[in-house]
């Protein structure tokens, strides 16, 4: 189990929420519920104890005492349900997520993103560089790419030679000659390469061996790809690594300005995964201009939204979760406040028609996956049968007249935990969807929250 020394905040907050010992048991709708010991199903469900305030002395971070201010009235899960190993695998992907705050931050500031340089060969070899605007700062994310022969590729970190190798850069790239010179040298060796400190993300990876050649085809010929043929790749490039704070000579994140574009944890590298994943996009379209001339297109408006960017490895982060508790029980419990929001939020018509909106779209995503086998995990196939579960309670729960409008997301919630946990973390992610309804404040203070003061 990850948690901070000493009481973490979501330990403390939830102890706020009962002078009475905190029980798990089946209320009067069937659902398994958090209640105190000697309180009805009905008073649970549709008028949620409210917690008392208590005298919160013990040591924090900055980070923790903001996230204090936010927690008022509503009651949050229990830090050992929601820090179980099991939980925090089954977790998905959130508005408060690092590439959709990230995407946020972005169009709130009109950050302007340009292609500066695409000096590219018919077979998708050259250099390419992207220039991000962000209104006050400026920033390059320079590509170096090449073929290499399928037999030469590995997801494996130790890898000696990549398909895309590139870096995100402060400043105008194609300005400076003198610095592209060294990065043309020094971003294809990566870890062998040393670095100047106006770098502050490298990364590399590979074309989909399976589909990158198929696209380039299909748009050559004038047609669209298949959604039959491509619907479980999700990617048409595949990274390998971000590196950034300081390796290879690179800036360390200690020194960016904490009101920065990039300040946030991963934001750097969510920028650049942003820029590796249009370049993904721009070279198969470049590829298939030159296979078919005047028959090839371009992908259209659905298809240029639904590739990413793969991801083969994620090793570092495991050694990360376990030397930096302070921080992952920060980011752990941004979540944690926003689902308290929800849950007990009023359901307003807006609201529910929210709710709906995501479920559809959740559906719609997972049923086009496949059935493989991802053990421990739920392949799309299995998830989207669980988001059908999610929506026809929902509903059945919107057309109870004995469930009160303050009750019915907390009711979806609990109903989502007793079918289990990957249903109910699901459910949270949908949940937190209403985020912009509930405070208009919400995603700036908790996008804030990223931050974390590590000092003790």
Not at 54 to 74: H, P, W, Y
Not at 155 to 168: K, N, S, T
Not at 221 to 248: L, W
Request: proline share 4%.
């Amino acid at each position: 189990m990850i948690v901070a020394t000493g009481p973490t905040l979501l330990r403390e907050v939830a102890r706020r929420r009962s002078d009475r010992p905190i029980t798990f048991g089946i209320d009067e709708l069937g659902t398994l519920g958090a209640m105190p010991t000697g309180t009805s199903g009905e008073s649970c469900r549709d008028e949620p104890q409210q917690p008392k305030a208590a005298n919160m002395t013990t040591s924090s971070t900055v980070g923790e005492r903001r996230l204090r201010d936010l927690v008022l009235s509503e009651p949050v899960r229990d830090p050992e349900l929601v820090m179980s190993p099991r939980r925090l695998g089954a977790a998905r992907l959130t508005r408060y997520s690092f590439s959709r705050t990230m995407l946020r931050r972005a169009a709130a500031g009109s950050w302007k993103v340009a292609r500066t340089r695409f000096d590219i060969d018919d077979d998708g070899a050259g250099e390419t560089i992207y220039l991000v605007d962000t209104g006050d700062h400026t920033f390059s994310f320079v590509a170096f790419t090449t073929i290499l022969d399928e037999s030469l590729h590995t997801d494996r970190v130790v890898a000696g030679q990549w398909e895309i190798c590139g870096a995100l850069v402060d400043g105008d790239l194609s300005r400076d000659d003198e610095l592209a010179a060294l990065l043309r040298s020094e971003v294809p060796k990566q870890e062998r390469g040393r670095l100047p400190a106006s770098v502050s993300v490298l990364t590399r990876g590979n074309r989909s061996v399976r589909f990158f050649d198929y696209l380039v085809d299909t748009l050559a010929s004038g047609n669209q790809p298949s959604g039959d043929h491509v619907a479980d790749a999700g990617y048409i490039m595949r990274s390998t690594a971000f590196y950034g704070n300081g390796k290879f000579g690179m800036r360390s994140f200690e020194g960016l300005d904490s009101t920065g574009p990039i300040s946030a944890p991963y934001r750097a590298q969510m920028v650049a995964a942003w820029c590796f994943r249009e370049l993904s996009y721009d070279v198969v379209e470049h590829c298939a201009r030159a296979r078919g001339g005047d028959r090839a297109v371009r992908f259209d408006a659905e298809w240029s939204r639904f590739f990413g960017l793969g991801n083969a490895t994620g090793l570092g982060l495991v050694p990360y979760a376990f030397k930096h508790p302070r921080v992952i029980d920060s980011w752990v419990g941004i979540r944690e406040v926003a689902l308290a929001k929800a849950r007990f939020a009023d359901a307003s018509d807006e609201r529910i028609e929210i709710v709906r909106h995501w479920l559809n779209k959740t559906i719609a995503h997972f049923e086009n996956g496949t059935d493989a086998d991802c053990t421990p995990f739920l392949n799309p196939l299995a998830v989207s049968e669980v988001a059908e579960r999610l929506g026809n309670e929902f509903e059945a729960l919107v057309a109870r007249p004995d469930i009160s409008t303050s009750g019915l997301f907390d009711a979806w919630y609990r109903s989502a935990e007793a079918d289990g946990v990957e249903t109910a973390e699901l459910c949270v992610s949908l949940l937190l969807e209403l985020g912009p309804t509930l405070d208009s404040d919400l995603d700036d203070e908790l996008d804030q929250l990223l931050v974390v003061d590590e000092s003790v």
